[in-house]
């Protein structure tokens, strides 16, 4: 594949403007907001509510402007608070509130 060739904007591997920095492959602290999301991601999972799959997708499915933006974690709390809406297992004020509260 070009650099040219037509890809989705998560599809970076080899894009040289997305290759400006070498990768930092050294081990790293995660935040508390880093695992936090990694255990809701845990949770839900664990009770059949989003499936790694339905997580990629939602990630995949981020507006390319809001994609670049937003950090690893934040791209997977965005994708699971979309899927739990979808799915019907909050609602749009449930969130709202707790988003309120946090």
Do not use: N
């Not at 979309?82 to 004020?93: F, K, N, P, Q, S």
């Not at 449930?94 to 988003?99: H, Q, S, T």
């Amino acid at each position: 594949m070009t650099d040219d060739s037509p890809r989705a904007h998560h599809d970076l591997g080899g894009v040289p403007r997305f290759m400006c920095e070498a990768v930092d492959i050294e081990p790293h602290e995660l935040t508390d907001f880093d695992r936090e999301v990694d255990a809701i991601r845990q949770l839900v999972s664990a009770r059949g509510l989003m499936t790694v799959d339905e997580m990629r997708r939602g990630i995949e499915a981020i507006p390319e402007a809001e994609y670049h933006r937003l950090g690893y974690y934040q791209r997977w709390i965005r994708s699971i608070a979309a899927t739990l809406l979808r799915r019907g297992v909050i609602d749009e004020a449930e969130l709202r509130d707790a988003l309120a509260r946090a």
